[in-house]
């Protein structure tokens, strides 16, 4: 698919792995809405890329209402959906079992509403409207989702139960809705990201930061948000690319702690 003039959204675009896939976008010449709740960090996007290439939407993933009628105002505004990427999520830090006693319900649910449901929630509205469109591609493509998991669904570690359930998740829905979809020219996959620096590792003290830098394989560093965005960009226009989920990871393979 050939992006220059494509419509794209972007769910948590406005920091992190999303903030990178819109910059990466609107390179590319993709007009992008940012779905987010932080108002100010999208502004911020906007006013470096231009508000004639990226718009922002107050979008609550796991409310049907609020993004059924994002995800139609978007259409309204620019005139199609082609892409949607979805990257917003919540970590979490809980034991099945510890010695405040079992893992309680109300931390579980919020992980699981935000990082599974809302994936999904996004991403059938987006295919309702993608499958409008007129063929894109010699193939009548119509457009692609993109969501993303973690190696948290491969290999978590002590403390990610709920974190680790939602992306093993992701990863299990992603050939299902390839195949529900297929018939509307709409391909998906999932982006499988290991340890990538956004803000959050900034925070964390030198020696944790180079432990964390030493479990990587080669290149021994944490990935960047480019080359997440990359990888989103080559699933995005590459038609053949289907089903799959692709691990970015410098080959780690997550230890227990």
Partial sequence: MDLAGK???VTGGASGLGQGTVEAYVAKGVKVAIFDLNAERAQAVI?????????????????????KNAVAEV?????ALHICNNFAGIGSACKTLSKNGPFPMEQWQPVIDINLTGTFN?????AEQMAKNEPVTPDGGRGVIINTASVAAFEGQVG???????KGGVVGITLPMARDLASYGIRV?????????????????????????????????LGKPAEIAHLSVFMAEND????EC??????????PR
Avoid: C
């Fill in 160 to 166: 990610q139960l709920a974190y680790s359930a939602t």
């Fill in 246 to 255: 692709i691990r970015l990871d410098g080959g780690i393979r997550m230890q």
């Fill in 189 to 221: 996959n999932t982006i499988v990201p290991g340890l990538i620096h956004t803000p959050l590792f900034e925070a964390l003290p030198e020696p944790a930061y180079k432990s964390l830098e030493a479990q990587v394989v080669y290149p021994q560093r």
């Fill in 47 to 67: 006013d470096d890329l231009g508000a004639d290439n990226v718009a922002f939407w107050s979008v609550n993933v796991v409310d049907e209402e609020s993004v």
């Fill in 240 to 243: 053949y690319l289907n089903g």
């Fill in 75 to 79: 259409v309204e505004k620019f005139g």
């Fill in 122 to 126: 996004v991403s059938r509205f987006a």
């Fill in 7 to 9: 419509i794209a959204i």
